[in-house]
């Protein structure tokens, strides 16, 4: 019979392994994601929750949780089971929000410690008085796991009773499965009318996966159709592959009604009688836990590579999308350099201050028309890059992602964000000019503002400028001229990119934001394999 390893470093490296499934990052709308998510999520429950505390204490008790849609009778069986009400039914009760684990007296320290589902609030209930409220002090909001403890239950084993699978609140079918993840016996409760239901079939698919120790309770059969409910469902189990799988039937009866009592010891004799002997005999509890722990670290073979199929498919769209920022802003970057060279810049109301220059328009004038004409041509080029982004991003699955292409109404516009680089480049443009003329003589030294004036209208006005580099000659000498003039055309250069990158940067920040990288595919396959081989 194969039995557990708990050697420490088959501990280390499946918490390695389940670090890995936790970075792993699904945040795209890709088709497979939301599985993804679900799997990746299930999947940590399974390893928190059950794997590492079974292996770590392979002693602790063998815990069944009851599982199953609303109406099941789950809260009465595990009452009759215990022998006492220890779980409130009905379908307002307080345990659809508040799980109840119940255990031996003496096997209480087992889950008063935070072993198992850590991140539940332990919640100890001593016995309580027929009319005491059990569940008044509990606030609605809080997640809390109630610990009852019973002697009629023997020791080695505890019964948890989960909130519906099916709760119309989302939290408590999350709660639920998280709370049948952490079982060593899975306890899937049906009733003669449900048991074709969605809802308990995919618990038994899921559990067949995962080769989990597995029992199906048929409740609330009427006596007359005993015969024919239990070989239906028997047929549909064989069907799916679950012949195997220990079936028992409780009649309906009086106390199964909502709010009723305990039913008959006779009715659960069978259930507690199997639950019993796979707790207290060594051999059938070892190859309970075995089974259970080495079903989910199997099923890790398969689980783990769609993972990393589903984080490789995000990290794929995410460079996808970035492509689309880098060539569309390395296209317009291009343009924009061609048609500075072109002397685009010195066209409209700019070139109309140049031909009026110096006697209709002063070399301020002049230097703002250059100013917001080069604005201009950068905001032209950037509303064109996000037109070529937006027209990319919508041919891709993922690029409608919420938070990709929203806009923050609260932050600067892309003309403001121009506005001010071209500002801060005229600006530097002016000290330079200072630095050119302070060396001359000041009886003929030209005003540095018509300096910057002639070598920004040099810069930009291509061929139809001309004239501003032969005056920026005269004014300053030719040396000072062809120095200044290469200081200008780095500065410039170093402002176009600087406000191009912004614009690129700020369309991928929601991309970097994601925190897709290309490193959790291998690493979730690496961290397999190690935890293969040590197995």
Not at 166 to 184: G, K, Q
Not at 237 to 257: H, Q, Y
Not at 364 to 378: H, N, P, Q, T
Not at 480 to 509: C, G, K, M
């Amino acid at each position: 019979m194969v039995t557990l390893d708990v050697r420490p470093r088959l501990l280390d490296t499946l918490s390695a392994l389940r670090d890995r499934v936790a970075a792993a990052r699904f945040p795209l709308p890709l088709m497979g994601a939301p599985r993804a998510r679900a799997n990746r999520d299930e999947l940590l429950a399974q390893l928190d929750d059950y794997v590492v505390p079974r292996l770590r204490e392979p002693e602790a008790p063998l815990l069944a949780v009851i599982g199953g849609s609303t109406g099941a009778g789950k809260s009465t069986l595990v009452n009759s089971l215990v022998g006492r009400k220890v779980s409130e039914a009905g379908v307002l009760r307080p345990t659809t929000r508040t799980p109840v684990l119940v255990c031996h007296p003496e096997d209480h320290h087992w889950f008063s410690g935070m072993r198992v589902l850590p991140h539940l609030t332990r919640v100890w209930v001593p016995h309580q008085e027929p009319g005491d409220d059990p569940y008044g002090v509990v606030g609605n909001e809080e997640r809390v796991l109630r610990i009852e403890t019973a002697d009629t239950l023997p020791r080695g084993l505890a019964l948890l009773d989960a909130p519906d699978i099916d709760s119309l609140v989302a939290d408590n079918r999350v709660l639920a499965a998280e709370l049948i993840s952490a079982a060593d016996i899975w306890v899937l409760v049906t009733t003669a009318v449900r048991y074709a239901d969605a809802v308990p079939w995919h618990l038994l698919r899921t559990a067949k996966e995962h080769r989990a120790t597995l029992v199906t309770v048929l409740d609330r059969v009427p006596h007359q159709l005993v015969s024919e409910v239990s070989r239906q469902y028997g047929a549909l189990l064989t069907k799916a592959g679950l012949g195997e799988v220990p079936r028992f039937t409780v009649p309906e009866l009086p106390e199964s009604a909502w709010g009723g009592g305990l039913l008959p010891a006779t009715a659960v004799a069978p259930l507690h009688a199997w639950l019993t002997h796979l707790a207290q005999d060594p051999e059938a509890r070892e190859a309970t836990v075995t089974r259970t722990a080495c079903g989910v670290l199997d099923s890790l073979r398969s689980r783990v590579p769609e993972l990393a199929g589903a984080a490789a498919a995000q990290y794929a769209a995410v460079l996808r999308l970035t492509t689309a920022v880098d060539t569309a802003y390395e296209g317009e970057c291009t343009r924009v350099r061609s048609r500075l060279d072109a002397g685009d810049v010195l066209a409209g109301d700019a070139l109309k201050r140049w031909r009026g220059y110096p006697l209709d328009s002063s070399a301020g004038e002049l230097l703002d028309a250059l100013v917001d004409s080069l604005g201009s041509l950068l905001l032209c080029a950037v509303t064109a890059a996000d037109e070529r982004i937006d027209d990319a991003w919508r041919r891709e699955p993922a690029g409608g992602a919420h938070g990709l292409t929203d806009h923050d109404p609260t932050s600067e516009s892309a003309e403001h964000r121009i506005g001010m680089t071209v500002r801060r480049w005229r600006r530097v443009l002016e000290e330079y000019a200072e630095d050119s003329v302070r060396g001359l003589d000041r009886s003929t030294a030209p005003d540095a503002e018509a300096v910057a004036a002639l070598v920004a209208t040099a810069l930009l006005g291509g061929r139809r400028a001309g004239a501003a580099g032969e005056e920026l000659a005269e004014r300053i000498g030719a040396q000072e001229a062809v120095r200044l003039r290469e200081r200008a055309t780095r500065l410039l250069s170093e402002y176009l990119d600087r406000a191009l990158r912004t614009e690129r940067e700020r369309r991928l920040a929601p991309l970097d934001a994601l925190d897709v990288h290309a490193e959790p595919q291998a690493e979730l396959i690496a961290a397999l394999s190690v935890l293969q081989k040590e197995r």
